[in-house]
């Protein structure tokens, strides 16, 4: 990857809670050892490893992409089970994804769009559910009847090989920071993260590009308060998503 070779970073997967752990170690002058997962980043700045985190992310913009959140508070979710908030959270994914290809390909009929969802593979047991509730909804969603824009099976890979993993990684990191207050983490949501993500006609991400999941459960009010708060809304409060 061009801009690894650019920051001179090792191969090695810098996942963004490594950048604040590195952080803190060395504003107290501590030695990282050798058995931290982060041991291979110990000389380098970590001002400098979080400006690889905001470039990286500043890649999907200069190639047109576009983030989608889905939000869930574990706190709230009592009455659901694991598989169910995971099957939401894929089902609202492929919603959206699906519309976006479709806008795609009405903008230029040429081109025969279509979209690959990748996961953060997570083990044998897990992986299987994700994919039982993928193929779930291929077959059998109320919402979109034809998924002619998603190809059928998903790709399950190791982020420290997947480069798309490791920036999702960052969009999660920059946007858990900026929920709870952190100063870093709100200015590169702001600056960075926001204005990539997928947003309707007037602007507006909520429902769209943040999706909460389930909904109503408490935390789209907080996303919409936080967004509020930095001046990254301008929306009534009859708002719901």
């Not at 291929?138 to 009847?145: G, P, V, Y």
């Not at 998603?150 to 920036?167: A, C, G, H, R």
Request: glycine residues 4%; aromatic residues 12%.
């Amino acid at each position: 990857m061009e801009l690894r070779k650019k920051y001179n970073l090792p191969d090695d997967e810098l996942k963004y809670y490594y950048v604040w752990i590195i952080k803190n170690e060395q504003k107290r002058g501590n030695k990282i050892n050798e058995d931290k997962e982060y041991y291979p980043f110990r000389d380098i700045p970590w001002r400098k490893l979080m400006s690889f985190v905001e470039d990286s992310l500043e890649l999907i913009k200069e190639h047109d992409g576009k983030a989608l959140y889905t939000v869930t508070d574990n706190n709230l979710i009592d009455d659901y089970t694991q598989s169910g908030i995971i099957k939401m959270h894929i089902q609202d994914i492929m919603q959206r994804v699906q519309m976006c290809m479709q806008d795609l390909h009405r903008e230029n009929s040429i081109l025969d769009c279509k979209s690959q969802l990748l996961f953060d593979t997570q083990g044998e047991q897990k992986d299987r559910v994700k994919l039982e509730k993928y193929r779930n909804i291929i077959e059998s969603d109320r919402f979109i009847t034809d998924y002619n824009r998603i190809i059928d099976n998903p790709v399950f890979w190791v982020s420290e090989n997947s480069i798309f993993l490791q920036i999702a990684d960052y969009f999660a990191g920059v946007f858990n920071g900026f929920m709870i207050g952190y100063d870093e983490s709100t200015k590169i949501f702001c600056n960075k993260a926001y204005p990539i993500i997928r947003k309707d006609e007037n602007l507006n991400p909520l429902g769209t590009g943040i999706c909460e999941v389930p909904t109503r459960r408490g935390i789209g009010e907080k996303v919409k308060d936080r967004l509020s708060d930095c001046n990254l809304l301008n929306i009534g409060d009859d708002i719901n998503f």
